[in-house]
Nanobody, 124 residues
Framework: EVQLQASGGGLVQPGGSLTLSCVASGFAFDAYAIGWFRQAPEKEREWVSSMRMDDGSTYYSDSAKGRFTISRDNAKDTIYLRMTGLPPDDTATYYC?????????????????WGQGTQVTVSS
C-alpha cells in the first residue's frame, strides 16, 4: 500500500523556521517525483517545491525560492522541506505528494499519491 506520511508542522513565530518531513512507503521511492503543496484557508491548493528522486533535481515556486529547501534521505525514504523566514502568509496545511510521471512539477494532477497534510501556523 502506497503511503505518504507528512509531519513536522506546528506553531511558529513570524521569521521562524520549520522543517517538514514526508516518509514514503509502499513504492519505489527513487523512481518518483515528490512534491510539496500547501493550502491556506479559503484558498486553492498551490505547489511549493518538488524533487525528482532519480536525479535529485529540485524545483521551487517563486514564493519558496530562497527561503525553502527541499532535500532527501534515501536511506529513510524521507523527503524534507526546510522553511525559513516564515511570514504569516505561509500559514497553511502542507501536503506531500508522489508521482511516477510528472511532466510539470507544479501540476497537481501529475501526482497520484497524496499524504494527509500537516498544519503550519505562523503567528505571534
Amino acid at each position: 500500500e502506497v503511503q505518504l506520511q507528512a509531519s513536522g508542522g506546528g506553531l511558529v513565530q513570524p521569521g521562524g523556521s520549520l522543517t517538514l518531513s514526508c516518509v514514503a512507503s509502499g513504492f519505489a521511492f527513487d523512481a518518483y517525483a515528490i512534491g510539496w503543496f500547501r493550502q491556506a484557508p479559503e484558498k486553492e491548493r498551490e505547489w511549493v517545491s518538488s524533487m525528482r528522486m532519480d536525479d535529485g533535481s529540485t524545483y521551487y515556486s517563486d514564493s519558496a525560492k530562497g527561503r525553502f529547501t527541499i532535500s532527501r534521505d534515501n536511506a529513510k525514504d524521507t523527503i524534507y522541506l526546510r522553511m525559513t523566514g516564515l511570514p504569516p502568509d505561509d500559514t497553511a496545511t502542507y501536503y506531500c505528494a508522489a508521482g511516477i510521471v510528472v511532466l510539470q512539477v507544479g501540476l497537481q494532477s501529475d501526482y497520484e499519491h497524496w499524504g494527509q497534510g500537516t498544519q503550519v501556523t505562523v503567528s505571534s
